[in-house]
């Protein structure tokens, strides 16, 4: 049995599916101490496409819409049917963070209804950190980690700020989610980001006409934009549900569409150059000729390496 610290066990331990080892390689995963930081990046490397000889098997679902649209609700419908296909999901539910502790407020958890019994489901509360919306460090490794264990990894975000961008930037597929007559449509359309969703989500179906015109709208504004190829649904989550089965079944039909090598590559290189920004800001970057050549220098990297590796050689390229 490995130890909580020990990066390297831990990993080997989710590669080889050991759903119990979740929990221990999530609190490495969010520690910030440096033996800990350490021992993080060993745990990556272990569930790295390079040790795995392949992209992780989970499919990585992003899930985020405005406060109040759904989203919890959903995601205990759509949890269920996971499990009802007998697959095993993990979901890490990205909270607004508590200036003074740094730990997320809302509690998730608390919210997505499941059997807290059931050995193939994992709720993790995880802080958004600094950025309003976005996804810390963490959140994204820990989503690199839990995928190399489980069938379904799922980041779910409060869409405000940098969720939307964050989360297309980590996730295989992405449904945002809007609520009928309450203004959220029209909003996500002002919003600017219609080109980010893979699926778009309208909740509370059982409202009838309402949804069905939020559901019409956001169909008209996708085929002007040129997005036709997008899935808009309308569900009801709440019992009995309706729409899930075809929600599931869409989210599953993007991923086999998918290269996904390729865009999990371009996660990684994206993670990669933002963390080592944060690290070292603008003048970081201009000693690695800029962001143009901060990009080149990471395209030139095997394509199976994992985040911190892919740091380690922007730091290379930077000394």
Known sequence: MSEPGDGAALGARLRDGELVAAPAALNLLESTTAADREQAAALLHEVSPAVLGREAPAHVIGVTGPPGAGKSTLLSALVHGWRAQQRTVAVLAVDPSSRRSGGSLLGDRARIDFDPSDRGVLIRSTAAG???????????????????????????????????????????TVAVVVQPGGG????????????????LVVTKADLGQIAMRARRDLSAALRSLGSPSTRVLAVCAVPPPTGIDELLAALEEHRAGLDLA??????????????FTVEHGEHGLRALGGRAGAQALLAGEDAGLDVPALVDALERGRA
């Open 130 to 172: 600094e950025r309003l919306g976005g996804l810390a460090r963490a959140t994204r490794a820990a989503a690199a980690a839990l995928a190399a264990a489980f069938d379904v990894v799922v980041i779910e975000t409060v869409g405000v700020g940098q969720a939307e961008t964050d989360v297309a930037d980590v996730a295989d």
């Open 184 to 199: 959220d449509v029209l909003q996500f359309l002002k919003a600017g980001i219609m080109e980010i969703p893979d699926v």
């Open 262 to 275: 390729v865009r999990r590559t371009a996660a990684r290189r994206a993670a990669a150059l933002t963390d």
